[in-house]
């Protein structure tokens, strides 16, 4: 960091400054979804749906979170929790009717128990 800036942010002058961003930023960066239509989903404890917009995503109702991304631009989130439990019933009731195809690695059995 600059003297300057050191001095107007009432920090130590050389302090060490660091680029950093959320985990829907980055996990957008990563996936490379920085233009828009490109989206990425995250099923897990909560589930999200986010994008790369170029102007911000205004919900009066709160449903989509207007965050900005790690480029610049806008990342528009929709958040749902207790997305694990709904991924891990649609497992179970969907694996228990499929057969693996590989008979080495599923020895012939289901890929769960019915």
């Known amino acids: 960091m600059t003297a300057a800036a050191a001095a107007a942010l009432g ?15 980055m996990s957008a960066l990563g996936a490379g979804a920085v233009g828009e239509g490109a ?14 917009s170029g102007a911000p995503v205004v919900d009066a109702s709160g449903g989509i ?9 806008w990342l528009p989130l929709l958040c ?8 891990e019933e649609a497992r179970r009731r969907a694996c228990c009717t499929l057969v693996l195809p590989d008979p080495v690695l599923a020895g012939g059995r289901r890929c769960c128990a019915p």
């Open 11 to 25: 920090l130590p002058a050389g302090a060490l400054v660091a680029p950093g961003s959320g985990d829907n930023q």
């Open 80 to 87: 749902t929790m207790n997305c694990t439990l709904v991924t």
């Open 39 to 52: 989206f990425v989903a995250s099923l897990g404890t909560s589930g999200t749906l986010f994008g790369a």
């Open 65 to 73: 979170a207007p965050f900005c991304d790690a480029t610049g631009q």
